[in-house]
């Protein structure tokens, strides 16, 4: 149990673009989700906590215009870079957890954005 | 701003050889956590140890905690080449557990 999906694994996309990257909790109700992001090498740096319903907390430094959370369901939110630059190059790693158990985060596997 | 920081940053050894990692966090918190990422993969979850845990096991895996020092061993006995990968300590703190993650400890074992 405890799976989360993203989708996709991998994305390409010219500068300008925006990109949507999708982050499932399968099996479960996620109250909250959380999106980081993994320059390589490095470790993981929380960009925003989303809870359904509500609108998303960026942390400081993220900017909310440029990377839109949605999360209006259960069991999916969605992150879209917009106007990517090469600089949004990055690893986009979201997580999940329940109401019933605050301190667990189920990972999903992480989108590999690369911005040409 | 990260509250883990873990040493050493890449640690190479010998299969079969025990692996010791470190993380040291700065403020209180409420639970620690380590978790494993193979090289462009997402987080696999190996061991959560609450505030009030000094000490935990799992498998080869044995996590120590002492909330004095602000700090935490993660040790992989026995290793495998399959161990390698990073290895990060995660912290939460407060009400809402939102997880602060270390700079990690790149562990290679070789065969």
């Known amino acids: 149990g405890a799976v989360v999906s993203q989708h996709p694994s991998w994305v390409i996309c010219k500068s300008g673009t925006s990109v949507k990257i999708e982050c499932r909790s399968l099996d479960f109700q996620a109250t909250t989700m959380f999106w980081y992001r993994q320059f390589p090498k490095q470790s993981l740096m929380l960009m925003a906590t989303s809870n359904e319903g509500s609108k998303a907390t960026y942390e400081q430094g993220v900017e909310k215009d440029k990377f839109l959370i949605n999360h209006a369901s259960l069991t999916l939110s969605t992150l879209t870079v917009t106007s990517a630059h090469p600089e949004d190059s990055s690893f986009y790693i979201c997580?999940?957890?329940?109401?019933?158990?605050?301190?667990?985060?189920?990972f999903g596997p992480g989108t590999r954005l690369t911005v040409t | 701003s990260q509250q883990g920081e873990e040493d050493p940053q890449a640690l190479s050894i010998q299969e079969g050889e025990n692996a010791t990692m470190n993380c040291s966090y700065k403020?209180?918190?409420?639970?620690l956590q380590w978790y494993r990422q193979n090289s462009g993969r997402g987080l696999v979850h190996l061991i959560l140890i609450r505030s009030n845990e000094r000490e935990k096991h799992s498998g080869r895996l044995r996590v120590t905690l002492d909330t004095s020092k602000k700090s935490s061993s993660l040790l992989i006995t026995a290793s495998r080449a399959a161990d390698t990968a990073s290895y990060f300590c995660a912290t939460d703190q407060g009400s809402n557990y939102k997880l602060t993650f270390g700079k990690g400890t790149l562990l290679t074992v070789n065969p």
């Open positions: 403020t209180s918190i409420n639970n």
């Open positions: 997580s999940a957890r329940s109401a019933h158990r605050l301190y667990e985060q189920y």
